[in-house]
C-alpha cells in the first residue's frame, strides 16, 4: 500500500520558518511528481509548490514564491518544503501528493498524505 507521511506542521510566529517533509513507501518515488497543497479554514485546497519527478524543476505560486523552497532526495523517498517569513495567511492543514504528471491541478495526483497543521500567529 502506498503511503505518504506528511510532517513538520506546528505553531509558529509571523516571521518564522518550519520545514515539512513528506516521506513516500511503497513506490517508485523517483516515478513520481511531487506537490505540496494547502487548505485554509473555509477555503479550498490550493497548489503551493511542486517539483517534478526526472529533473528537479519546481513551481511555487506567487504568494510564497522567495519564501518557500521545494526540493527532493530520491535517495530517502522525501520531498521537503522549507518554508521561511511565514505569515498568518500561510496558516492551514498542508497535504503532499504524488502524481504522474507535474502539475498544481490536485485531481491530476493519485496519492495522498494525511496532512500536517501549520499554524501562524501574527
Known amino acids: 500500500e502506498v503511503q505518504l507521511q506528511a510532517s513538520g506542521g506546528g505553531l509558529v510566529q509571523a516571521g518564522g520558518s518550519l520545514s515539512l517533509a513528506c516521506a513516500a513507501s511503497?513506490?517508485?518515488?523517483?516515478?513520481?511528481?511531487i506537490g505540496w497543497f494547502r487548505q485554509a479554514p473555509g477555503k479550498g485546497r490550493e497548489g503551493v509548490s511542486c517539483?517534478?519527478?526526472?529533473?528537479?524543476?519546481?513551481y511555487h505560486r506567487d504568494s510564497v514564491k522567495g519564501r518557500f523552497t521545494i526540493s527532493r532526495s530520491n535517495a530517502k523517498n522525501t520531498v521537503y518544503l522549507q518554508m521561511n517569513s511565514l505569515k498568518p495567511e500561510d496558516t492551514a492543514i498542508y497535504y503532499c501528493?504524488?502524481?504522474?504528471?507535474?502539475?498544481?491541478?490536485?485531481?491530476?495526483?493519485?496519492?495522498w498524505g494525511q496532512g500536517t497543521l501549520v499554524t501562524v500567529s501574527s
Open positions: 511503497e513506490i517508485s518515488f523517483d516515478d513520481y511528481a
Open positions: 501528493a504524488a502524481g504522474k504528471v507535474y502539475t498544481t491541478t490536485p485531481s491530476s495526483y493519485d496519492y
Open positions: 517539483i517534478s519527478r526526472s529533473d528537479g524543476t519546481t
